[in-house]
Nanobody, 124 residues
Framework: QVQLVESGGGLVQAGGSLRLSCAAS????????MGWFRQAPGKEREFVAT????????SYADSMKGRFTISRDNAKNTVYLQMSNLKPEDTAVYYC?????????????????WGQGTQVTVSS
């Protein structure tokens, strides 16, 4: 069992930056692929980024490439999402998720554990 708690969301102006954090409980954090997803009002949850267990490989949704960076610190049981050059269309609830596999995935149904989400609002 893994419990995930996101933080760092808030209100930011377009062009600004935010760093989201996701703290995981348990001593097996490093055995999970981690991902970030987001869900805007009236829309389906969509993939944002994912990172391998050791942090050596990452993958991003096309619209986030070059603006978002996923990273992790296994010593701190934490995964991060650095977001820059934010746009109003980035407004959503952002969720972190853990997948009990060594294979990256962009599909939300392949993740086993989810946090409660943190709201990010980008004003124009």
């Amino acid at each position: 069992q893994v419990q995930l708690v996101e933080s760092g969301g808030g209100l930011v102006q377009a062009g600004g930056s935010l760093r989201l954090s996701c703290a995981a409980s348990g001593r097996t954090f490093s055995s999970y692929v981690m991902g970030w997803f987001r869900q805007a009002p009236g829309k389906e949850r969509e993939f944002v980024a994912t990172i391998t267990r050791g942090g050596s490989k990452t993958s991003y949704a096309d619209s986030m490439k070059g603006r978002f960076t996923i990273s992790r610190d296994n010593a701190k049981n934490t995964v991060y999402l650095q977001m820059s050059n934010l746009k109003p269309e980035d407004t959503a609830v952002y969720y972190c998720a853990a997948r009990g596999s060594f294979v990256l995935s962009t599909r939300n149904f392949e993740y086993d554990y989810w946090g409660q989400g943190t709201q990010v609002t980008v004003s124009s």
